[in-house]
């Protein structure tokens, strides 16, 4: 038999890896009729609303077959989020036109004040997201028009302003749309002169994503998913894109080539959802994006299915899928889509497999690395040796899947990474090679062991004994920095002195964006005072050994003081901050 070239080979297991993707069948299950979907927790309890057999205008929790009714907390009520425990968030009419955000939490409905005050009626906002400690995000109108983002909490009656980008606008808006398990929450926030930037919020800090010009969902590994931003001449592509890291994917497009598609959900995977337009009349159909690839979510139903899926807005780390959609003449319906396998972990068995079966499978090569740092996806290419151990041919389709373990054994802990098929007739004692594309994602952070299982037809398994390591780390940035200068020494108020900052990251991820230079001048070098000028940069500083040099020019203010000072700078980028002290004095006139 002729050796594939590398070429060949990668083709052949994408081949295999698209049909893997194209074949998943989903689990349908409808929850209810003229009901609209609204969040979907990490355990599966789904927040919807809708009209309830009273004909009032409802918001409920569905889990397990079981749907409770929360009852109303105005004129009607809207859901916009659900966490493990089954608190939910959203908004409820108070008076006409007027809707104010809520969270449900303990068998009842508790108001979430405007950014306005409890005492500003006339104010609107609305609850978008809730994680399991209770972090609750959101939107709501200020008095400078407009809306803008808040962070809040159960059991905390003052939500806290996200803040802008551009605080000198006449009406400054940004909206808070989603919240992750570490308390990152993401949005959109105006830009002067340029429409919408995606932003995220984090422990006081608001930092922008210029790539995009909305985000929408966030995973609990920091994966974002948002809508691109527009770029060179119009038109421009409606499309969403994913952004892991600095690395920031166009997911591209399954619809015509005008077609606009919206990423609305992403799990720790990679893996995304929302919906794409089929026509000029902007009807949608619900996708995910998995592997690097698009599908249409309507191609992985069973056969006969008569339910169409138009809108997919969450997914959670399990691969159970929130989408809306209609049934026959029933209209609108919410549906909770489950893969196959576990319901808490897609294709892996719920118990450790017994080697039963006459393949025996061995990992005998792999491209994929043994080191990663969280939040990078893993890819490469994985080599299983199948071999017949019993004394009969065994013929037909023959599965090969591999495992990310942390434990050693497969089972519902472990992660499904790749799988492929081997369709040839194997004679006892003999041996074929099947190489598995490794599927595009990211592993949270442990020692995981990489090993094989094969599945007979008749359904018999049997699991290698041992496998390659990988090892990941999770991602950390730890910055500290030096100055020299300043240049001149001797300078008047309004001028401008030179000072040049050396910063090194002796972390495992690169440092980037937007960063604070506040500019302190204590005339005695033992004094702490406040910053007199801030100076606002885009910095990226990478890890290793080779630091960055930063040159700042700063210009006094024109009602500094003369005298001699000590300057030094505060670096705050994010979540880091340093501070570092000129060894010379400053001399103003």
Same mark, same amino acid.
């Given at each position: 038999?002729?050796?594939?070239?590398?070429?060949?080979?990668?083709?052949?297991?994408?081949?295999?890896?698209?049909?893997?993707?194209?074949?998943?069948?989903?689990?349908?299950?409808?929850?209810?009729?003229?009901?609209?979907? /609204?969040?979907?927790?990490?355990?599966?309890?789904?927040?919807?609303?809708?009209?309830?057999?009273? /004909?009032?205008?409802?918001?409920?929790?569905?889990?397990?077959?079981?749907?409770?009714?929360?009852?109303?907390?105005?004129?009607?009520?809207?859901?916009?989020?659900?966490?493990?425990?089954?608190?939910?968030?959203?908004?409820?009419?108070?008076?006409?036109?007027?809707?104010?955000?809520?969270?449900?939490?303990?068998?009842?409905?508790?108001?979430?004040?405007?950014?306005?005050?409890?005492?500003?009626?006339?104010?609107?906002?609305?609850?978008?997201?809730?994680?399991?400690?209770?972090?609750?995000?959101?939107?709501?109108?200020?008095?400078?028009?407009?809306?803008?983002?808040?962070?809040?909490?159960?059991?905390?009656?003052?939500?806290?302003?996200?803040?802008?980008?551009?605080?000198?606008?006449?009406?400054?808006?940004?909206?808070?749309?989603? &919240?992750?398990?570490?308390?990152? &929450?993401?949005?959109?926030?105006?830009?002067?002169?340029?429409?919408?930037?995606?932003?995220?919020?984090?422990?006081?800090?608001?930092?922008?994503?210029?790539?995009?010009?909305?985000?929408?969902?966030?995973?609990?590994?920091?994966?974002?998913?948002?809508?691109?931003?527009?770029?060179?001449?119009?038109?421009?592509?409606?499309?969403?894109?994913?952004?892991?890291?600095?690395?920031?994917?166009?997911?591209?497009?399954?619809?015509?080539?005008?077609?606009?598609?919206?990423?609305?959900?992403?799990?720790?995977?990679?893996?995304?959802?929302?919906?794409?337009?089929?026509?000029?009349?902007?009807?949608?159909?619900?996708?995910?994006?998995?592997?690097?690839?698009?599908?249409?979510?309507?191609?992985?139903?069973?056969?006969?299915?008569?339910?169409?899926?138009?809108?997919?807005?969450?997914?959670?780390?399990?691969?159970?899928?929130?989408?809306?959609?209609?049934?026959?003449?029933?209209?609108?319906?919410?549906?909770?889509?489950?893969?196959?396998?576990?319901?808490?972990?897609?294709?892996?068995?719920?118990?450790?497999?017994?080697?039963?079966?006459?393949?025996?499978?061995?990992?005998?090569?792999?491209?994929?690395?043994?080191?990663?740092? /969280?939040?990078?996806?893993?890819?490469?290419?994985?080599?299983?040796?199948?071999?017949?151990?019993?004394?009969?041919?065994?013929?037909?389709?023959?599965?090969?899947?591999?495992?990310?373990?942390?434990?050693?054994?497969?089972?519902?802990?472990?992660?499904?990474?790749?799988?492929?098929?081997?369709?040839?007739?194997?004679?006892?004692?003999?041996?074929?090679?099947?190489?598995?594309? &490794?599927?595009?994602?990211?592993?949270?952070?442990?020692?995981?062991?990489?090993?094989?299982?094969?599945?007979?037809?008749?359904?018999?398994?049997?699991?290698?004994?041992?496998?390659?390591?990988?090892?990941?780390?999770?991602?950390?940035?730890?910055?500290?920095?030096?100055?020299?200068?300043?240049?001149?020494?001797?300078?008047?108020?309004?001028?401008?002195?030179?000072?040049?900052?050396?910063?090194?990251?002796?972390?495992?991820?690169?440092?980037?964006?937007?960063?604070?230079?506040?500019?302190?001048?204590?005339?005695?070098?033992?004094?702490?005072?406040?910053?007199?000028?801030?100076?606002?940069?885009?910095?990226?500083?990478?890890? /290793?050994?080779?630091?960055?040099?930063?040159?700042?020019?700063?210009?006094?203010?024109?009602?500094?003081?003369?005298?001699?000072?000590?300057?030094?700078?505060?670096?705050?980028?994010?979540?880091?901050?340093?501070?570092?002290?000129?060894?010379?004095?400053?001399?103003?006139?």
């Amino acid at each position: 038999m002729p050796k594939l070239s590398r070429n060949r080979t990668s083709v052949a297991v994408e081949a295999l890896e698209r049909r893997r993707l194209l074949s998943t069948t989903y689990t349908v299950i409808p929850i209810g009729v003229d009901i609209s979907p /609204g969040g979907l927790s990490s355990n599966g309890i789904v927040a919807l609303y809708g009209q309830s057999p009273q /004909g009032t205008s409802d918001a409920f929790v569905w889990h397990d077959g079981t749907m409770m009714d929360l009852g109303t907390d105005g004129n009607y009520t809207t859901a916009g989020g659900v966490n493990s425990s089954g608190d939910v968030v959203g908004e409820a009419e108070v008076s006409s036109g007027i809707d104010h955000a809520f969270y449900y939490a303990s068998g009842q409905y508790h108001a979430i004040p405007p950014l306005g005050g409890p005492n500003v009626p006339s104010y609107t906002s609305f609850a978008t997201g809730i994680n399991d400690s209770g972090i609750i995000v959101g939107s709501s109108s200020v008095a400078t028009g407009g809306s803008q983002g808040y962070v809040t909490s159960i059991g905390n009656g003052t939500p806290t302003n996200i803040g802008t980008l551009d605080p000198n606008a006449v009406a400054p808006v940004s909206e808070a749309d989603a &919240v992750n398990a570490g308390g990152t &929450v993401v949005g959109a926030a105006s830009v002067a002169n340029a429409g919408e930037q995606a932003v995220s919020y984090l422990n006081g800090v608001l930092t922008p994503y210029s790539s995009m010009s909305g985000a929408s969902a966030i995973s609990d590994n920091g994966i974002i998913v948002g809508a691109l931003a527009a770029s060179g001449p119009p038109p421009y592509p409606h499309h969403a894109v994913e952004v892991v890291g600095s690395t920031v994917t166009d997911l591209g497009s399954l619809g015509p080539s005008d077609s606009e598609i919206g990423g609305y959900g992403v799990n720790n995977s990679g893996d995304v959802v929302g919906s794409y337009t089929i026509d000029a009349f902007l009807d949608t159909r619900a996708f995910i994006y998995t592997g690097g690839k698009l599908a249409d979510l309507n191609t992985l139903l069973p056969a006969g299915t008569t339910e169409t899926l138009t809108k997919a807005i969450a997914i959670n780390n399990a691969g159970e899928i929130l989408c809306a959609g209609t049934a026959d003449s029933n209209g609108a319906i919410a549906f909770l889509l489950k893969p196959p396998g576990d319901v808490n972990n897609p294709d892996v068995p719920s118990t450790t497999p017994t080697n039963t079966s006459p393949l025996t499978p061995t990992v005998i090569r792999s491209t994929a690395p043994t080191a990663l740092v /969280g939040g990078t996806k893993l890819r490469g290419v994985v080599t299983v040796n199948v071999t017949n151990s019993s004394i009969a041919t065994v013929k037909g389709a023959n599965t090969v899947r591999l495992y990310a373990t942390s434990d050693g054994t497969i089972d519902s802990a472990s992660v499904l990474i790749g799988m492929a098929k081997s369709i040839v007739p194997l004679k006892p004692g003999k041996s074929t090679p099947v190489p598995i594309l &490794v599927k595009s994602l990211i592993l949270p952070p442990a020692t995981y062991t990489i090993l094989a299982q094969a599945t007979d037809l008749a359904g018999d398994v049997a699991v290698s004994a041992t496998g390659p390591t990988l090892t990941v780390t999770a991602p950390f940035v730890s910055l500290s920095g030096s100055l020299s200068g300043p240049t001149p020494s001797s300078v008047a108020p309004g001028r401008i002195f030179v000072v040049t900052m050396t910063a090194a990251n002796a972390g495992n991820v690169a440092a980037s964006g937007s960063v604070s230079f506040a500019v302190s001048l204590p005339s005695d070098p033992q004094t702490v005072t406040a910053p007199a000028i801030t100076i606002i940069r885009s910095v990226t500083v990478p890890p /290793g050994s080779k630091p960055v040099v930063i040159r700042l020019l700063v210009k006094v203010p024109s009602s500094q003081s003369a005298g001699v000072f000590y300057p030094y700078i505060t670096f705050t980028q994010r979540n880091t901050t340093f501070t570092a002290s000129l060894n010379a004095a400053l001399t103003i006139t």
